[in-house]
């Protein structure tokens, strides 16, 4: 979670450390965070904040800005201020928003007065509405059997693994160390796939390094989803090298959910129409730094992204519904999209809604440049997990259990897999159709195939005739008597099978003549 959402109040911390932030002097990190000039863009309340505990800063440019398109049922508008502060005032100013406004203000890095300007003054990018995503659910074959397949016991393995370094903030060694082992662990899972990669995405002024996971699309690889957590942690009492800031829920939460929906992704032998990519960010705590030069790269290299999910924090259920959607600063179509998604696969889920402020976590950096996100959160914004960016975020006081994580690791792969498979525009290639005639004596077999199936498609095969012919298909390999994976072997003639595919692959017909028969074959099939 960004900066300003430790559950952080001057009232709640050792009197020590308020007194030192009531007279201005607690410098709050390493080196980075010292009396270092930077620009920030803030959001109306927290602004008001922001003069109180730093009168100097004054906005240098503000904007009414909107939080979501003008035809959403959830249209807001925000005020938001360019302003230059003491890096070190970005900690007072968390502090002051939680105590007095009893929620999060927000702000965005920029590392220049002129980049903050372009930020502040950049039009909302509307995507035409041929361009959108038909946002279909027609994939329940693949999906329903890989949300069944996925464990929590895995998503409490990667919390903890993560957990395990002292901190993982952006400028310690420790931060790169944990950008280096997630690297390693999801390159070690794709192994073997051709058709997926996985890189560091390197950061001009800071070590810690954001990971990319990319699975390229088998016919649309232009159109990108993006799933995304943040892999940084911070400690609002001031990080250093040994300093203990778990951040076993924030964000180790997020990265352990997407982990899951990649692992039966791969169990599966899924691959997408679209290209899917998967984003450890670094240094989200600091002001979105590590997202924002992503998606700016992404735009300036006009990469086509047609959804964001954001998991930021999916492990402590502080609230009475399952998954809330946060509706400032995202896209309605998309949201409407995750919830039909909620009711179709976990309809036991209830679902809540809230709103987050300005820059309240990494899918911000998307929708500032056009993109359309979503961001299901663990909670209502003033209940969520009271011990984040504190030592204290450990997964004990998760409660030991990641069975909320779960929910939010099936929804990822729901949405992976549906937008994934859309394709081009939503709609899928028209199935191909072979017909063939012929007669077999008693005990005579033939075979047709292989057949190319593709992703996300099916295979069906209808036979009707005179006499007797049995019918057997099997996926890879041609099929017998006694091996297959489906078999239609009634009295007549008349027989029908069905596969569906969760990976492009080879399907194989056998025909087998019970006695004297003749008749028509029609296959029917999604090439690749």
Not at 141 to 165: K, R, Y
Not at 323 to 329: K, W
Request: aromatic share 8%; hydrophobic share 35%; proline share 4%.
């Amino acid at each position: 979670m960004d900066i300003r959402k430790s559950h952080f109040a001057i009232s709640g911390i050792a009197p020590k450390i308020a007194a030192l932030l009531a007279a201005g002097l607690f410098v709050g990190s390493t080196a980075a965070m010292d009396t270092k000039k930077v620009w920030i863009t803030v959001g109306d309340a927290a602004y008001a904040q922001l003069q109180k505990v730093a009168p100097q800063a004054i906005a240098r440019e503000s904007r009414i800005t909107l939080t979501n398109q003008a035809s959403s049922r959830f249209t807001g508008t925000e005020k938001v201020h360019l302003v230059e502060v003491d890096e070190q005032q970005l900690l007072k100013l968390s502090a002051a928003v939680h105590q007095e406004l009893k929620r999060c203000g927000g702000f965005m890095f920029h590392p220049s007065e002129s980049a903050g300007r372009k930020a502040l003054n950049k039009p909302l990018v509307k995507r035409p509405a041929a361009a959108r995503p038909a946002y279909a659910i027609g994939n329940q074959a693949i999906v329903t059997p890989m949300l069944a397949q996925m464990q929590d016991s895995n998503i409490v393995q990667t919390i903890v693994d993560m957990a395990a370094f002292d901190n993982r903030y952006y400028a310690t060694t420790n931060g790169a160390n944990a950008s280096n082992w997630l690297l390693k662990k999801w390159t070690d899972m794709t192994a073997g796939r051709s058709d997926i990669s996985v890189a560091q995405f390197s950061h001009p002024n800071w070590g810690q390094k954001s990971v990319i996971l990319t699975i390229k699309g088998s016919d649309n690889p232009a159109e990108v989803v993006v799933l995304g957590a943040h892999l940084d942690t911070i400690n609002m009492n001031g990080t250093y090298e040994t300093t203990i800031a778990p951040g076993a829920d924030d964000d180790a939460s997020g990265i352990a959910s997407l982990t899951e929906a990649l692992r039966v992704m791969l169990a599966n032998g899924y691959k997408p129409r679209r290209t899917i990519k998967i984003i450890g960010y670094a240094a989200e705590e600091v002001g979105l730094r590590g997202s924002q030069e992503i998606a700016q790269n992404f735009k300036d290299n006009n990469v086509n992204v047609v959804g964001v999910m954001q998991l930021d924090m999916t492990n402590y259920q502080g609230s009475s519904s399952d998954i809330y959607l946060y509706t400032d600063y995202t896209n309605s179509q998309q949201n409407d999209f995750v919830a039909k998604l909620i009711s179709t696969y976990l309809p036991t889920l209830s679902i809540g809604y809230d709103q987050c402020g300005y820059a309240c976590s990494d899918h911000a950096s998307w929708d500032a440049q056009g993109y359309p996100t979503s961001m299901p959160f663990e909670a209502a914004f003033s209940q969520y997990n009271p011990y984040i960016h504190t030592s204290d975020d450990t997964y004990a006081n998760s409660g030991s259990q990641a069975a909320h994580a779960l929910k939010f690791a099936r929804l990822a792969a729901a949405y992976a897999v549906e937008l994934g498979s859309e394709g081009s525009g939503g709609t899928p290639p028209a199935d191909k159709v072979e017909t063939f005639s012929g007669s077999l004596t008693k005990g005579q077999k033939k075979t047709y195939g292989p057949y190319k199936v593709g992703a996300g498609g099916s295979i069906k095969a209808a036979l009707s005739g005179s006499g007797d012919t049995d019918l057997y298909v099997r996926k890879a390999a041609a099929p017998s008597t006694t091996t297959y994976d489906c078999k239609s072997d009634g009295p007549t003639s008349t027989e029908n099978c069905a596969l569906n595919m969760a990976a492009n692959g080879d399907v194989y017909l056998l025909l087998n003549g019970y006695a004297a028969s003749s008749y028509k074959l029609t296959v029917s099939y999604r090439p690749q």
